[in-house]
């Protein structure tokens, strides 16, 4: 396992403000604090772009929108070519799009590659809020990480679900945990698979990459709602600390 000293919780929010994402943020230190590691939460770009002097174990982007840092910068690929894990929630994938939308109907496209050459996939819209049904991947869920051990195999979950640009499941680095099933509800985009949890590793020291596409509302962080989006995410930083 990786011996962590930091975790960048980074926050920055340009476009779209998601309203839970103190909820999340707060969650998150938290549940990195409860591990006896050292976090901070900040939405200050040069921290992740170049001649940035500080260096994270893990950076957990939050619900971010916009252009998060600059682009250009080289900081995010040399984190993850050190082997230093990254971990998304959300609308971390609805960050540097081609226009904004509030309601999220509108198709995106990325203005830069790096999200979709991070995670594999970038968001491009979503329908609205709904219920829908979530599928566990029973071949990895419960033994992936003892937090989703009693997970049901299906499930409802009302939340945004994201049409991505590309499907993650076509990529045979990534590893799906969860899909939600297209056929419960109005909006879907992606087909069969849907994948709304996954992981990979990726480049020359097999970083660790988490991403969970859930996660619209506060309530999912603060013990008011469905502990489902915790349980993933608390999943993902197992993963990314090296422990899985």
């Not at 939050?62 to 900081?75: A, L, Q, T």
């Amino acid at each position: 396992p990786i011996v962590l000293d930091q975790v960048l919780v980074f926050t920055k929010m340009m476009d779209y403000q998601h309203s839970s994402t103190p909820a999340a943020a707060s969650w998150v230190l938290q549940d990195v604090n409860r591990r006896g590691w050292d976090g901070c939460v900040s939405d200050e770009s040069s921290l992740l772009e170049d001649g940035s002097e500080l260096t994270f174990d893990i950076i957990v982007l939050v619900n971010n929108s916009g252009e998060i840092f600059d682009p250009s910068s080289g900081y995010l690929k040399a984190h993850l070519d050190q082997g230093r894990a990254v971990l998304g929630i959300h609308a971390a994938l609805a960050t540097f799009l081609n226009g904004e939308d509030a309601s999220g109907a509108t198709l995106m496209e990325p203005t830069t590659l790096i999200i979709q050459e991070t995670f594999r996939a970038h968001f491009k819209n979503h329908p609205p809020v709904q219920e829908g049904v979530i599928v566990m991947n029973d071949k990895l869920g419960s033994q992936f990480s003892p937090s989703l051990g009693d997970l049901p195999s299906t499930f409802p979950h009302t939340d945004e679900f994201f049409n991505f640009t590309t499907n993650p499941c076509e990529d045979k680095d990534v590893n799906v945990l969860a899909y939600v099933d297209e056929g419960s509800y109005e909006g879907g985009l992606m087909g069969k698979s849907h994948p709304v949890v996954w992981h990979l590793n990726a480049g020359p020291k097999d970083a660790r990459i988490f991403y969970c596409a859930l996660g619209h509302f506060s309530h999912f962080y603060n013990d008011l709602g469905s502990d489902v989006v915790t349980k993933f995410l608390s999943a993902g930083l197992d993963f990314c600390a090296g422990g899985i």
